[in-house]
């Protein structure tokens, strides 16, 4: 059974940092990432990494301040985000795809078939 258990979620003010981490079980993926969401809008794709390649891809709303990584050791995927915003807040989700995403749509949620329950980041400012 797949299943992706996220952690790391919490409260803290604008500058600070957080890191989440989200641990898959049940298979191996070539993709994972994480979105976020806030009430009443979609999903944005927030980072992602790929196994085969080991390169990364962010948005540039995060770019110089988030930084996602892997160790597929424990099959597990880290986002360290630091200069935390308040516009920051949101749901943060894990997501993994067991098959290939093309890395100039990795932000398309669809793509991704596997989800984490979700931890929620709150920065007050």
């Known amino acids: 059974q797949v299943q992706l258990v996220e952690s790391g979620g919490g409260s803290v003010q604008a500058g600070g940092s957080l890191r989440l981490s989200c641990a898959a079980s049940?298979?191996?993926?070539?993709?994972m990432a994480w979105f976020r969401q806030t009430p009443g809008k979609g999903r944005e794709g927030v980072a992602s990494?790929?196994?085969?390649?080991?390169?990364?891809y962010y948005a540039a709303s995060v770019m110089g301040r988030f930084a996602i990584s892997r160790d597929d050791t424990k099959n597990t995927v880290y986002l360290q985000m630091n200069s935390l915003k308040p516009e920051d807040t949101a749901m943060y989700y894990c997501?993994?795809?067991?098959?290939?995403?093309?890395?100039?749509?990795?932000?398309?949620?669809?793509?991704?078939?596997?989800w984490g329950q979700g931890t929620q980041v709150t920065v007050s400012s």
């Open positions: 997501a993994a795809a067991s098959g290939d995403v093309y890395v100039g749509a990795w932000y398309f949620d669809y793509l991704y078939n596997a």
């Open positions: 049940g298979y191996a993926f070539g993709v």
């Open positions: 990494a790929y196994t085969a390649s080991g390169r990364t």
